[in-house]
């Protein structure tokens, strides 16, 4: 995990509440990426930006929104309109499109 | 589309014993493929990677993995298993359209037992 940090490590949400998980990397790379995990379904693209100031919906990007405002930072904030928020959220990064590095994760609860 | 099955969910293995997670993909072009190993409530880490050349890649913590073109399949295999092997193991095969993003494979459980 190491040079990527995702913050908080435990988050809970109330109905109604937005909220919005930190994803912070010292590798200087280029690319990152938002995934979401539930059991059994594997990762699931949320999100991805190429580089500063530019970002893409990946394959369930509906009721998330993204910033890329610093190579270093790549913020995701689950909006209310997501409905079943409750999983765990990997934030990744890479040169290019070569091996991904991923943070320890935020697991994220719905109140 | 791209895409990538685990058909097992986990894989029981005793410890000192090989050990085997299958992985087949299904990809236009050339295959880039990956496995990654993932430890209760961390991120996922990177173990190997096939690009070309080579069909016995070799990668982290004394595992590798068998590429065969002709059955699609990226296995991965440890000759000797450790308990702290025991982990959900990802196979990921990059999507070679558009940005190429990895398209991960549902996990396998690997419990290896004393």
């Known amino acids: 995990d190491g040079g990527i940090t995702q913050s908080p490590k435990y988050l809970f949400r109330k109905e109604g509440q937005n909220v919005t998980l930190s994803c912070e990397q010292n590798l200087n790379h280029d690319a990152m990426y938002w995934y979401r995990q539930d059991p059994g379904q594997g990762l699931r693209l949320i999100y991805y930006s190429q580089i500063v100031n530019d970002f893409q919906k990946g394959d369930i990007a509906e009721g998330y929104s993204v910033s890329r405002e610093k190579k270093e930072s790549f913020p995701l904030t689950v909006t209310s309109a997501q409905k079943n928020p409750t999983a765990f959220y990997l934030c990744?990064?890479?040169?290019?499109?070569?091996?991904?590095?991923f943070g320890a994760g935020t697991r994220l609860s719905v109140l | 589309a791209q895409s990538v099955a685990q058909p097992e969910d986990q894989v029981n293995v005793a410890e000192g014993n090989p050990l085997t997670v299958k992985c087949t993909y299904s990809?236009?072009?050339?295959?880039?493929l990956f496995w990654y190993v993932q430890y209760p409530n961390r991120g996922l880490q990177f173990l190997l990677k096939?690009?070309?050349?080579?069909?016995l890649v070799k990668g982290s913590y004394g595992f590798e993995a068998e590429f065969n073109k002709s059955q699609t399949s990226f296995h991965l295999k440890k000759p000797s298993a450790l308990v702290s092997d025991s982990a959900l193991y990802f196979c990921a095969v990059r999507d070679n359209t558009g940005f190429q993003k990895l398209v991960f494979g549902t996990g396998t459980r690997l419990l290896v037992s004393p």
């Open positions: 096939y690009i070309t050349g080579d069909n």
């Open positions: 990809v236009s072009g050339n295959p880039y």
């Open positions: 990744a990064s890479s040169i290019g499109q070569n091996i991904q590095y």
